[in-house]
């Protein structure tokens, strides 16, 4: 009995994203308390339940949520489907037919968003990605495209979390990281949001009125303007070639012996990260300041692993 209640909660919530204790205690036929301790034994199951308190709050399912991969074999997947399609077919009854929509958007094809336009491909995924970094940027997406509000649960990098209606304009790619630029509600202005820092996004429904972004405006550098530039030499060993040229480009390399590579670019945290993830495949021979600051990171770093 409880095994069927909690599925038939996790199967409302699929359907209707939203729901209040109350109702899904009238759907199962058991009490509220019982109802508040289903949905904590599906959090520990690994269900993002988000619970909102309030007036207007209830139950709710982020958007970005399906049902895992190994939920059905695939077997039991198109048994189900054919089950709940012949069951429409006699009974013509709406939740039957919105249960079908449901399960028939739980693709068991490979669901990693791979976005085109023209001739660019983009893998949406993440390293490790169980296709949830995937299927959260298909829901902002989808909400920047219909213009549709989205009702986020961000944590930002002190640790602080937030819940905010946002209207979502643009989704912004740059230097391996995606970021929502949208109006944020709460603030009344727009904002910039790490996507891997939304915790949950859920479509409300409720539509709003594009607003004009002026690009030169995004809290982005797009260009190097207001940036140190720093020239930097490199000698380069022959197994980190490969990597060196995807990073600065071939035109950049001079091959011989030893392998030089020469480039101008951007000082700081992000250069001297790259720098050390290439291990002691590459060594800075100039400047003399950014080479001493790899020996010291590098010896911070033996240390803090008893070397």
């Keep these: ?5 909690m599925l038939r909660i996790l199967f409302r919530l699929l359907q209707r994203r939203s729901v209040t204790a109350a109702e899904l205690a009238r759907d199962a036929g058991v009490s509220e308390r019982s109802i508040r ?10 269900v993002p339940l988000d619970i909102i308190r309030g007036r207007n709050g209830g139950i709710c399912l982020p958007d970005t949520y399906k ?4 939920f059905f074999t695939k077997e039991e997947y198109a048994a189900a489907v054919n089950a709940l399609g012949a069951l429409y077919e006699q009974m013509r009854d709406e939740t039957v037919k919105q249960a079908l929509d449901k399960l028939a958007m739980q693709s068991k094809a490979d669901g990693r968003a791979l976005a085109v336009s023209g001739y660019v491909l983009v893998d949406n995924g993440t390293w490790g990605d169980a296709y949830n970094f995937s299927d959260k940027l298909n829901v902002l997406e989808t ?9 986020l649960c961000y944590t930002d990098r002190a640790g602080r979390e937030t819940r905010r209606t946002v209207e979502a304009h643009l989704l912004i790619y740059k230097q391996n990281i995606w970021y929502l630029y949208a109006w944020c509600r709460t ?9 891997g820092r939304i915790r949950s996004a859920r479509r409300t429904g409720e539509r709003f009125e594009r607003r004009e972004v002026d690009r030169a405006h995004l809290p982005l550098k797009f260009s190097f303007a207001d940036t140190e530039l720093v020239e930097v030499r490199f000698s380069v060993r022959p197994a980190a070639l490969p990597d060196m040229e995807e990073w600065l480009g071939m035109e950049n390399i001079r091959t011989g012996d030893p392998i030089v590579a020469e480039a101008t670019l951007p000082a700081g945290e992000v250069l001297l990260s790259k720098i050390l993830s290439f291990g002691d495949g590459v060594k800075v021979l100039s400047p003399p300041a950014l080479a001493e600051a790899v020996r010291a990171r590098a010896a911070a770093l033996a240390a803090q692993y008893g070397g």
């Design 143 to 151: 909400a920047a495209e219909e213009r549709e509000c989205l009702e």
């Design 187 to 195: 603030r009344k202005d727009f904002r910039l949001f790490r996507v």
């Design 1 to 5: 009995m409880k095994f069927q209640a």
């Design 67 to 70: 049902l895992p991969e190994n």
């Design 37 to 46: 301790r289903y949905l904590e034994e599906l959090i520990v199951a690994g």
